[in-house]
């Protein structure tokens, strides 16, 4: 088929209850979704089924994008790799020492979770270089290859080389896997250099040999994805969403999987940035609530929230992410007593299997989705667009269970249920904006995921924030939002000098080549050089600190005289609002130098939206709101019969096929022209 026949993109995201599909027609900007249960040994598979649901012949299909949780589920489980460490003499033990301290500070018997690769298998080799780079001892490469020999003799399935300050200076890893690949040249390798190229030798040891762990298994189920692709006779090529907010190709994710760890929250959070710059929004709260996790992210002055590390499962990982704060917060978030009687919810989840006592697959603890079903939130017949019948009766028995120990009646025990993983959200929530000096008020909660519109309202009123935004198709808005990503390459390298016009010039020196490696990375993807754009930062702090802040440059800022000053001043900004201080005078280091290439992906287009008279008919429910003792006949409205423009009172309950928004009385809601739902508190 001709190329310009080749009109439909296709965005998946892999969650752990279930895949969602968004098909994109890009000549009348045209929304399709479907969900279908995720299987985890028929992930590659159930691709194709769910592709082939929509009925488009496979060569009109320009595109693949792609969200996973192959890798972080591997993490999570433990279940990956054998993975072998080759180290620098004496720094066998990096893993095991970690930080020294405690996490969880008052926690006296907190234990940190073992190394994900044994003592035995941390070898150690005679090489050294110095914090510039300088080579101190050379590589004892016959001593290399005992160690690896052991490795191998001993089963493991990948090797991680981590060798001191390889940031600086890469020959000794990159002498490493010459030598170890013409030896063995079917072990996965990963290099610490290009893993996470920045100092701190426990947390870049820690990704490269997290980047092992995970390896093979995602890049089996990436080949197991494309030959699936290819017997289908789909030939689109896929792009796989990144930690960052930006794809990749099959290739690179599959060599540096440990970017891919947080792709399913990042492409909810790269869709609500671009829907709300759509929207005029430009200091907006993402959350987005899922079966066992409620996740939370921040866009401010429309620019998203990122960072330089997190810990997953107990162990840190460096490199350039979405900030997203995740809380055992879900559909699935089970309700439970501690040894004081209190009601708590979470952070355990039902999962997908058994899941809530209402699906009917053997679960009998309460949730949170139980004690929706029990206020009457849910319809019983039409959870799924009616694909699952809920079984009321089960979920009342279980959360009666609960009911009964506290003391209370059935209802007010689900309400109490609810509070809890109201407030538990509402606190994720603070630790973005007000313990960063940010006010909850002068954002915009967008709520999305299959519980999103559940729990928005209250959610938001408990932050007295005055405006709700549900998104078309919400349960499948990560999806949609991985359609609006571009590609996306960050370079990093840790260059630590004082911040002064004598030394600046060794870190622009330094961007450069970043930029460099950067824009050819984004250029073999096929994107012209001259539209491939770029994003400086550097990271910053005040002399005799031991953490940074990362500032973005202008691009305008290319001379030394201009990041000093400008630099400067927006790092002062930064410290004053994080921290109540800054002295603009004061001494400053330069850590490490960022550099970004993007290649512009053309966005999918908002599609207008019209009423569908077909759903217009309405009826009424019983539902317990908050605070109320008895159960308030509530309408029910299909979201599709929703007028654009038209203003409905609450309380009110909007259903569509994947999803239910709750309108609590004291709140109104409208849909704008292109099907969102706008709910803010009535006025009247």
């Not at 930006?246 to 990042?266: F, H, L, N, Q, Y």
């Not at 058994?354 to 009998?364: D, L, M, R, S, V």
């Not at 002064?500 to 460099?516: M, P, Y």
């Not at 928004?661 to 704008?672: A, C, E, K, L, Y």
Request: a negative charge; one cysteine or more; hydrophobic letters at 40%.
């Amino acid at each position: 088929m001709e190329a310009q026949n080749k009109h439909f993109r296709v965005a998946i995201d892999v969650g752990g209850t279930f895949i969602d599909f968004v098909l994109i027609d890009e000549l009348t900007g045209r929304v399709r979704i479907e969900k279908i249960a995720s299987l985890p040994d028929e992930l590659a598979g159930q691709l194709v089924a769910g592709l082939s649901s929509f009925g488009v012949e496979p060569d009109a299909v320009r595109q693949i994008f792609h969200g996973m949780t192959v890798g972080v589920n591997a993490l999570i489980q433990e279940k990956g790799a054998k993975v072998g460490l080759i180290t620098t003499r004496g720094f066998r033990d990096v893993l095991e020492m970690g930080r020294g301290g405690r996490t969880p500070v008052y926690n006296f018997v907190y234990k940190p979770p073992a190394p994900i690769v044994p003592r035995a298998l941390r070898r150690e080799v005679n090489e050294r270089l110095s914090v510039d780079g300088e080579v101190v001892t050379p590589l004892d490469l016959e001593q290399l290859d005992r160690e690896v020999d052991f490795l191998v003799s001993q089963g493991a399935t990948a090797v991680s080389v981590a060798f001191m300050h390889a940031y600086a200076n890469p020959a000794h890893e990159l002498a490493a896997r010459k030598r170890i690949a013409a030896r063995h040249p079917d072990i996965p390798l990963s290099l610490s250099h290009e893993i996470a190229s920045v100092w701190r030798e426990y947390e870049r040891t820690s990704t490269t040999v997290l980047n092992s762990f995970i390896q093979p298994t995602v890049e089996t189920y990436l080949n197991s994805v494309r030959g699936k692709l290819t017997e289908a006779d789909y030939d689109a090529p896929v792009a796989i969403m990144q930690s960052s907010g930006g794809v990749a190709d099959p290739e690179m994710a599959a060599a540096k999987p440990i970017r891919t760890m947080m792709s399913g929250p990042a492409g909810g959070v790269i869709g609500a940035a671009f829907l709300c710059e759509q929207l005029g929004y430009s200091n907006v709260i993402c959350t987005d609530v899922g079966g066992t996790t409620y996740d939370v992210a921040l866009i401010e002055e429309g620019k998203i929230l990122e960072r330089s590390e997190t810990a997953i499962a107990g162990r840190p990982i460096v490199g350039s992410l979405i900030d997203v704060t995740s809380i055992g917060a879900g559909g699935g978030s089970i309700a439970w007593l501690d040894h004081r009687n209190g009601l708590n919810v979470g952070p355990r989840s039902a999962g997908a299997s058994p899941g809530p006592a209402c699906f009917g697959k053997g679960g009998t603890e309460a949730t949170t989705t139980d004690a929706h079903l029990v206020l009457g939130w849910l319809d019983p017949e039409y959870f799924l667009g009616g694909r699952i019948k809920l079984d009321v009766s089960a979920a009342a028995a279980a959360v009666e269970r609960l009911a009964k120990q506290l003391g209370l009646t059935v209802s007010a025990a689900a309400q109490g249920i609810v509070a809890i993983a109201q407030n538990n959200m509402a606190n994720a929530i603070r630790t973005k904006t007000v313990a960063r000096g940010l006010d909850p008020r002068e954002f915009v909660l967008l709520a999305y995921g299959g519980g999103g519109g559940v729990f928005a309202c209250a959610v938001a009123e408990e932050l007295d924030i005055r405006k709700v935004v549900v998104p078309y198709a919400p349960a499948n808005f990560s999806a949609w939002g991985i359609l609006t990503s571009d590609y996306m390459e960050d370079e990093v390298r840790t260059k630590v000098l004082p911040f002064t016009a004598e030394r600046i010039g060794v870190a622009l020196q330094t961007l450069d080549e970043l930029e460099a490696r950067a824009v050819n990375a984004i250029a073999n993807y096929g994107f012209a050089r001259e539209k491939i754009a770029v994003v400086r930062r550097l990271d910053l702090r005040f002399l005799g600190q031991e953490y940074t802040l990362t500032i973005g440059l202008d691009s305008a800022w290319r001379d030394p005289e201009s990041v000093l000053t400008n630099a400067r001043r927006e790092f002062v900004k930064a410290h004053r609002q994080l921290y109540g201080h800054g002295d603009p005078a004061a001494a400053m280091e330069l850590v490490s130098v960022r550099c970004r290439a993007i290649g512009k992906v053309q966005p999918p287009a908002l599609a207008r939206v019209e009423a569908n008279a077909d759903t217009a008919a309405s009826r009424e429910r019983k539902v317990h709101f908050h605070g109320t003792q008895a159960s308030v006949s509530t309408p029910v409205i299909q979201r599709e019969s929703m007028q654009p423009g038209a203003v409905v009172t609450g309380p009110v309950i909007i259903e569509e096929w994947t999803t239910t928004t709750v309108v609590p009385p004291g709140w109104r809601v409208n849909r704008d022209d292109y099907g969102n739902l706008t709910i803010e508190p009535d006025a009247r």
